[in-house]
């Protein structure tokens, strides 16, 4: 899958967002090591810390199907500024793939591809747990 494919998947997965408070829709695909794709969209509540990113929804999608290496993830917000994701969603993207290459979109597809160990300066993950 290249890049600029993984990212309209993300702003494809934008659609689903449910977001009546933001009004700020996030869509993910999250590329795992095996060429399988996870979407995920930002789902928020009325209980602001019970939402959910669109990010961590694709991990949670990837993890609960068994799926655990990831090389690439795009991210799509609805704004004309790049969408990069949030410090939680960095840290867990962290704990699967400090290397990731995380591909960075605004609402019309034009993106910058960054590294998640460059956008989590000093992050730790289950090494640092040994």
């Known amino acids: 899958m290249t890049d600029k494919e993984l990212v309209e998947s993300a702003l494809d997965a934008r659609k689903n967002s449910y977001s009546p408070y933001s009004n700020y ?4 695909a999250l590329l795992c090591e095996d060429g399988t794709v ?3 969209c930002n789902v928020e509540n009325a209980s602001y810390p019970c939402g ?3 990010e961590r929804t694709a991990v949670a999608k990837a ?9 690439a993830i795009a991210i799509a917000g609805s704004s004309e500024e790049i969408c990069t994701p949030c410090g939680m969603c960095r840290q ?4 699967f793939a400090p290397q990731l290459k995380v591909l ?6 034009n993106f910058e ?3 998640l160990s460059d956008l989590l300066v000093a992050g730790f993950g289950p090494e640092s747990m040994e």
């Open 113 to 115: 591809e960054k590294k």
């Open 104 to 109: 960075c979109s605004d609402s019309k597809g």
């Open 38 to 40: 996870y979407t995920g």
């Open 63 to 71: 993890v609960s199907e068994g799926h655990r290496k990831f090389s």
């Open 52 to 54: 959910i990113c669109g």
């Open 25 to 28: 829709r996030v869509g993910a």
């Open 92 to 95: 867990v993207l962290y704990e």
